[in-house]
């Protein structure tokens, strides 16, 4: 059972990490996006969004470039970039879709109703974006992301979640350096 969890544990670890540190800096922007967009209610509903979503979008695509996809490449500043205002304007069009639903069942008119549509909006748009950051703009770099059994349980070792032995060939001494030790 405990290989299995490890096991488990080893396939998902990075997205599990990223996806964490994603939310993170997602709940940031959610904050400026809700604050900036109830702020701006009274110039309009999609002019208030829009707004939103840029300053939203200049926040989060730091911390994701410097602290959720930092161990990712990148084809270069500029085309990411590109690429992240592209995708982000795919999530306004979603916060638009949220708002217009919300117009088509005639409660537009109602700030809960489009708090409630910028909920859904964000909840959605935020499965769009982090599937699309990973797919097209920070791309797993070839052999970084990929871990081998034998390494894993020197990670886990390290953190005290098993124990750390020490594996000897039969009728050898044990080594004498920390860095001989290995997980049996």
């Not at 096991?7 to 964490?20: K, P």
């Not at 797993?140 to 979640?161: F, N, Q, Y």
């Not at 032995?165 to 009728?171: H, I, K, Q, Y």
Request: charged share 15%; net charge positive.
């Amino acid at each position: 059972m405990n290989s299995i969890i490890r096991g488990l544990y080893a396939r998902f670890r990075q997205l599990i990490h990223e996806g964490l540190k994603f939310l993170v800096i997602g709940s940031v922007g959610a904050m400026v996006t809700f604050g900036s967009a109830n702020a701006l209610h009274p110039i309009g509903k999609y002019k208030a969004i829009t707004i939103a979503t840029i300053l939203a979008t200049a926040v989060t695509y730091l911390g994701n470039r410097y602290w959720t996809f930092r161990h990712r490449q990148g084809k270069g500043t500029t085309r990411d970039s590109t690429m992240f205002f592209v995708l982000n304007g795919i999530g306004l069009l979603i916060y638009y879709g949220c708002i217009g639903l919300i117009d088509i069942a005639g409660l537009g008119h109602s700030v809960a109703w489009y708090n409630v549509a910028l909920v859904l909006g964000t909840g959605l748009g935020t499965l769009f974006r982090f599937w699309s950051y990973r797919k097209w703009i920070w791309l797993a770099r070839p052999g970084h992301l990929t871990r081998s059994h034998e390494e894993i349980p020197d990670d886990l070792a390290a953190v005290g979640a098993i124990p750390l032995t020490r594996t000897t060939p039969a009728g050898s001494a044990p080594p004498e350096h920390p860095e001989e030790l290995r997980e049996t």
